[in-house]
């Protein structure tokens, strides 16, 4: 099987990221350099769920590259709606495309399916758990507008238990030294306890808090997300959330005058379209850095054979289910479920949800 991939960005050491960083800023400068350099080549897309950025700058980064592109983007066109399997999918999209983009609803899909790829298999977005790519957009987005990856105090608002952009962007930041996170959300949506291990672990300060207007004078950076309706249990859940988190000219008043507000989009309605003219705003240059990136992700998965890395590093658990409703594993059973052991805890190495022994 194919090693290449890009499952969650912490399978790679940091020096991956920063050449894909470091050539998506290059590609920046003169993306008709790199013209034609996928000629040949094809890119699949298989979207299981809705997208217009993701599986959009996928497509236009491989057709800039001068590479093709086939797939879908609604399961119910193809013969997943016939019941195949997600390994006998990818099995056949082997035979079709030389690198192929997912995105799923269930957590850990991308790691499934890299299992049964010959091919480099990137994470689009698995459920509510990572979204690497983005978050590789993110740091270039960064990177560009505030020249920095540290000494950052960011700001994270809205959906933070949901939000796999945020999950992806917090395991990332900690990378990099004296990053601070302030997490603003309600109870409810708070950040999920294994991101908290691993904020911890790096000794990254953070506080959690409820209101942005008492902390947004503070923050380097302002992270704005939506909040998940397709992944709330209830649509009255969803409806106590909504609207809770709105940023308007008034809250960007008080924030600093180099503050950046990012959004990975689409947004509903907690940034207002008054916030747009402020060139403080950068999500719609994020959206376009967003190509720049997936080109500089394609170019050196499908040039550079070192980017491997290996996909589970546990002990095989034959029939142990997990405890994720969520998690592919159990909608799609012959997967080999994969556990990692820390103390008297099984961590699943496909969604990273923790059961007690
Ligand atoms: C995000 C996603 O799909 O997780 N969008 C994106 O990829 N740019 C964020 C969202 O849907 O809210």
Redesign the pocket.
């Known amino acids: 099987m194919h090693q290449n991939h890009l499952i969650d960005l912490s399978d790679w050491p940091r020096q991956n990221w920063e050449r894909i960083i470091d050539l998506a800023l290059e590609i920046e400068r003169d993306p008709s350099a790199f013209y034609g350099r996928m000629e040949g080549k094809i890119l699949a897309t298989l979207f299981y769920?809705?997208?217009?950025?993701?599986q959009n700058s996928f497509k236009s980064a491989m057709m800039r590259l001068g590479g093709q592109c086939l797939g879908f983007s609604n399961p119910q066109n193809s013969s997943v709606s016939k019941g195949e399997t997600l390994a006998d999918t990818i099995r056949i999209m082997n035979g079709y495309a030389d690198i192929i983009a997912i995105?799923h609803p269930k957590e850990g899909a991308a790691k499934a399916a890299a299992s049964y790829s010959r091919c480099p298999v990137i994470n689009?977005?698995d459920g509510g758990h990572l979204?690497p790519?983005?978050t590789l957009?993110d740091l270039v987005t960064l990177t560009r507008e505030t020249g920095r990856l540290d000494n950052l105090k960011v700001g994270i608002c809205g959906?933070l238990k949901y939000?796999?952009?945020v999950h992806s962007l917090i395991k990332a930041l900690t990378q990099f030294p004296n990053n601070e996170f302030i997490l603003i959300s309600t109870k409810e949506l708070v950040i999920p306890a294994y991101i908290k291990v691993i904020l911890n672990a790096a000794g990254c300060k953070y506080r959690e808090v409820a209101s942005l207007t008492e902390v947004i004078g503070e923050l380097d950076v302002l992270y704005m997300?939506?909040i998940?309706q397709e992944r709330f249990a209830s649509e009255q859940e969803y409806l106590e959330q909504k609207h809770v988190y709105i940023l308007d000219t008034e809250k960007m008043s008080l924030a600093r005058p180099t503050m950046k507000v990012l959004h990975?989009?689409?947004?509903v309605d907690e940034i207002t379209p008054e916030v747009d003219a402020d060139p403080r705003a950068v999500y719609f240059k994020q959206?376009q850095y967003?190509v720049y990136t997936r080109m500089a992700l394609i170019l050196n998965l499908l040039e550079d054979d070192s980017f491997g890395a290996s996909l589970f590093h546990g002990t095989p658990h034959s029939g142990e289910p997990c405890s994720n409703p969520n998690c592919i594993t159990n909608v799609e059973p012959y997967l080999k479920k994969s556990y990692t052991e820390t103390g008297d805890m099984l961590m699943c190495e496909y969604c990273e949800h923790k059961k007690l022994i």
């Open positions: 769920e809705p997208s217009t950025r993701t995105r689009a977005g979204h790519t983005q957009t959906d939000g796999r952009t997300t939506r998940q990975p989009l689409p947004r959206a967003g």
